[in-house]
């Protein structure tokens, strides 16, 4: 897809990703694309890093299935704001 993250590998959480907002694109209209096309929550960015990252939560009870389909909503949703 050509996104990247926010952390490095030695520094990834096992509860959440965090990726950089490419270039060009609005944060929360990217984000409510997801939602209402896709039907996949994800939260964006909080303090300094709000507008700027997306982050996709994988606490808890979250399947293989759920994070593909997740990353299959932000795909998808990029070629959705070109």
């Known amino acids: 897809m050509g996104l990247q993250l926010l952390a490095s590998d030695a520094d990834a959480s096992p509860t959440v990703t965090s990726i950089i907002v490419p270039e060009g694109v609005d944060a929360k209209a990217w984000l409510d694309i997801i939602k209402s096309k896709y039907n996949v929550v994800l939260a ?35 070629k959705d704001l070109k």
């Open 44 to 78: 964006g960015g909080m303090g300094e890093t709000k507008g700027k990252i997306i982050r996709i939560a994988h606490m808890g009870y979250v399947t293989k299935k759920d994070l593909d389909e997740a990353l299959e909503a932000i795909r998808k949703s990029l």
